[in-house]
């Protein structure tokens, strides 16, 4: 079973304007990272923020962590066509010295040009 | 290109047959993973490897599925008497030794008929 729930499961929006994408896990994490991945090919890392962490940034990429409600935000600034993909949270869980990732179902994010 | 590769990318097969997958992580990654993606959902952990050593197998990894990794380099996934419950899209990743990220492949799409 995955441990974490992505809301919404699908989100069309403007181009230009912000998309706001949750996470919620059960569990006990050491971080979680977000991955995007284009329709039918393989994932891309884009950010991981550690359980001490509250808030971190890449270029128009803003994560959010909130370990009291076992949450996590993504939110794309300025969004570009190109957004468009399947972006999904996931969580560690250790195994043997590694890290096994628990993914989300994911949200579709659309950008309309 | 120095990242994760897969192949084949598409495979299709009828049911019963056996399918091999094949993965090459990045150079000097010791660790990783397979996962499988259906459609709709997020990943799922199957199988982690540290160097040739299989450390962990997911309950999804029945006795139909072998994975291996002889010289710690590349590692091969096996399906055998395939069923259309496999079909899927079955996902490699690889690790640094102290890395959290986990750089993906493209994926290899089975299809059972």
């Known amino acids: 079973s995955q441990q974490g729930e992505e809301d919404p499961q699908a989100l069309s929006i403007q181009e230009g304007e912000n998309a706001t994408m949750n996470c919620s896990y059960k569990?006990?994490?050491?971080?979680l990272q977000w991955y995007r991945q284009n329709s039918g090919r393989g994932l891309v890392h884009l950010i991981l923020?550690?359980?001490?962490?509250r808030e971190k940034h890449s270029g128009r990429l803003r994560v959010t962590l909130d370990t009291s409600k076992k949450s996590s935000s993504l939110l794309i600034t300025a969004s570009r066509a190109a957004d468009t993909a399947s972006y999904f949270c996931a969580t560690d869980w250790e195994i043997q010295g590694a890290q096994k990732l628990v993914f989300g179902q994911g949200t579709r994010l659309t950008i309309n040009p | 290109d120095t990242g994760v590769s897969q192949n084949p990318r598409h495979k299709i097969t009828k049911r019963g047959q056996n399918v091999t997958f094949r993965c090459d992580p990045i150079?000097?990654?010791?660790?990783l993973y397979w996962y499988r993606q259906t459609l709709g959902q997020g990943p799922e952990f199957l199988t982690y490897?540290?160097?040739?050593?299989?450390?962990?197998k997911s309950r999804l990894l029945s006795d139909r599925f072998s994975a291996e990794r002889p010289k710690g380099s590349f590692s091969t996934l096996e399906i055998q008497r395939t069923e259309q419950g496999d079909s899927a899209m079955y996902l490699c990743a690889s690790s640094q030794p102290l890395g959290d990220e986990q750089f993906f492949g493209p994926g290899t799409r089975l299809t059972v008929l």
């Open positions: 569990t006990s994490i050491n971080n």
């Open positions: 150079s000097e990654h010791n660790r």
């Open positions: 490897f540290q160097n040739e050593a299989q450390l962990e």
């Open positions: 923020i550690r359980s001490n962490e």
